[in-house]
Nanobody, 130 residues
């Protein structure tokens, strides 16, 4: 079992930066792939980024690549999402999620399918004003 707690959301202006934090309770944090997802009002949940293994294999959605950076600190059982140059369309509730590193994704990269992740945090709101 993994318990996840997100923090760091808030109200910012377009062009600003935010860093989201996800603290995990797992005793074997390094054995989990970690993902960030978001859901805007009236829209489906979409994958933002995920990290698998030691941190070399990181996947990003096209909409955030080059602006968002995911990282993890295994010693602290924490994963971060650094968001820069935020846009109004980034407004959403952001969720942290976890899946077993051994999940049978097709390649070495994790994938951004929410159904692949059995463990979820409660979410943190990010609002970007124009």
């Amino acid at each position: 079992q993994v318990q996840l707690v997100e923090s760091g959301g808030g109200l910012v202006q377009a062009g600003d930066s935010l860093r989201l934090t996800c603290a995990a309770s797992a005793r074997t944090f390094g054995s989990y792939a970690m993902g960030w997802f978001r859901q805007a009002p009236g829209k489906e949940r979409e994958g933002v980024s995920c990290i698998r293994g030691s941190g070399v294999n990181i996947n990003y959605a096209n909409s955030v690549r080059g602006r968002f950076t995911l990282s993890r600190d295994i010693a602290k059982s924490t994963v971060y999402l650094q968001m820069k140059n935020l846009k109004p369309e980034d407004t959403a509730v952001y969720y942290c999620a976890a899946a077993d590193n051994a999940h049978p994704w097709l390649g070495i990269m994790c994938e951004l399918k929410s159904t692949d992740y059995p463990y979820w945090g409660q979410g943190t709101q990010v609002t970007v004003s124009s």
